[in-house]
């Protein structure tokens, strides 16, 4: 039996085994995950996003243990930074899913971004159809604690939380595009904090209501470490998947957004076996040289380049 | 094993005792030698940890106990791993351990055994010693 099929009978040890190939890019394991893909739209993918210690791995490990409780088949993938020193990573937010591992019944993976920008790791994507192929009805994708910038999660899920405490700044922070306006559901996490009901107004009243779809944006306040307003939360999830459901919107956007991570992939993949070449042709050696020596600007020199690069593709197909 | 192979341990604390400074100290050796450490937070038992390493796809799990039950624990992991079909996991262990209980240790199946005082650096070669061996 090879390993799609393994992970289609449930054994978890194999869809462990098929990530790790996935994330070392191992060929053989693309053509396993080919074999997967028809069975991973049912799944409900939930990305959570917001600051280092908003309380996102804590919010996912309840979250998660009330929906085993009702039944319901779980995954998480929870992504940490990588040291750009040592390229080893400490992953500890299953260190927050306690509950939820003590019931043993949701598959838990940990990764580290591999220096990957935007948050996420490539081989998450892949992680979640493998777990998606287990059996698995709903998947939270933890984000690295994430900066302004870090949106690439909204290219994974059908759904993303973003989740702010009391505490993130003031209002001209809110004006500012970022994590706001990717968030499909916005949450203001440990509500016991005295300024949580202020924070609570301020950022109602600048939550993006995005204008191509009718899903409004809801606020909520919760407290993830005691529990406290997870049950309404997860109403506002099982809604959202309901609205994903109803007009086929759900299955179109994963497909534009599948498409995107791809061209963001690709777009690294290309410039990393490209980029390797250069010190082997004398022109791009020239342009380079020619910026360290202050004869050439940096906008004229990443022009020249391109061009350069666009016209021995352009040759080839001649 | 390199960069985008790196190796994967999980740092498990099982038992009851719940000073984990050791494992955190040792997490952090790992991970500046470029592994990738994943920490299973106090408490847990060793059906969790097992059940962590089978869905992390570790290369080997370290394991830190200062209560003094390393024996019984040793021998438990062992056979549980056995029964999850993970008996190519190494396991090593390390914390308040005395020296005579080590090939004891060893003979149930425990890969390396690093006790209290052993310098950080040779925890991070048994530690590769044991995943390369795993192949």
Not at chain 1, 229 to 253: H, T
Not at chain 2, 77 to 97: A, F, H, Q, T
């Amino acid at each position: 039996m090879d390993l799609a099929e393994q992970v289609l009978m449930g054994d978890e040890k194999s869809a462990a085994r098929l990530i790790s190939l996935i994330e070392r890019g191992n060929k053989g394991a693309y053509r396993e995950l080919i074999k997967l893909l028809p069975y991973t739209h049912k799944t409900h993918v939930i990305g959570v996003t917001g600051p280092a210690g908003a309380g996102k791995s804590t919010l996912i490990g309840k979250l998660a243990l009330s929906l085993c409780e009702e039944g319901a088949g779980v995954g998480v993938v929870a992504i940490d930074p990588t040291s750009i020193r040592s390229h080893g990573a400490l992953l500890a937010d299953r260190v927050r899913m306690k509950e939820v591992e003590m019931a043993g019944k949701a598959f838990i993976r940990s990764m580290a971004d591999r220096d990957h920008p935007g948050g996420v790791c490539p081989a998450a994507a892949g992680a979640v159809s493998v777990i998606s192929a287990l059996g698995k009805q709903h998947i939270f994708i933890e984000s690295v604690g994430a900066g302004q910038s870090d949106k690439a999660i909204f290219y994974l899920a059908d759904t993303v939380i973003t989740v702010f405490t009391p505490e993130f700044g003031d209002e001209i922070q809110l004006l500012k595009a970022g994590l706001l306006e990717i968030g499909d559901i916005v949450i203001v996490n440990k509500g016991d904090k005295a300024s949580a009901e202020d924070a609570l107004l301020a950022i109602s009243e600048h939550v993006v209501q995005k204008g191509e779809t009718t899903w409004k944006t809801p606020v909520l306040l919760v407290q993830a470490h005691t529990g406290q307003g997870i049950e309404e939360l997860l109403a506002v999830i099982k809604a959202r998947e309901e609205f994903l459901q109803k007009d086929g919107q759900g299955a179109k956007s994963r497909r534009d957004k599948t498409i995107i991570f791809m061209m963001a992939l690709l777009k690294e993949e290309v410039w990393s076996r490209l980029a390797g070449h250069f010190p082997q042709d004398a022109g791009i050696s020239r342009i380079i040289e020619e910026v360290s020596s202050d004869k050439l600007d940096l906008y004229s020199a990443v022009d020249l380049i391109a061009q350069n690069i666009e016209m021995k593709v352009l040759s080839g197909h001649q | 094993m390199g960069r985008n192979n790196p190796i994967r341990v999980l740092m498990g604390k099982p038992g009851l005792d719940g000073h984990d400074v050791g494992a955190k100290v040792v997490s952090m050796a790992l991970r500046d030698a470029g592994m990738e450490v994943i920490y299973s937070g106090l408490h847990s038992t060793v059906d969790e940890i097992v059940q962590m390493a089978v869905q992390e796809g570790v290369d080997v799990i370290g394991l830190s106990i200062l209560s003094n039950a390393h024996l019984p624990i040793a021998k438990k992991i062992i056979s549980k791993l056995k029964e999850k079909g993970l008996s190519d996991v190494p396991v090593v262990m390390g914390g308040v351990i005395p020296k005579g209980d080590i090939s004891l240790l060893k003979e149930y199946g425990i890969a390396e055994v690093c006790p209290f005082s052993t310098p950080l650096n040779k925890v991070v070669e048994a530690v590769s010693k044991v995943a390369q061996s795993k192949g």
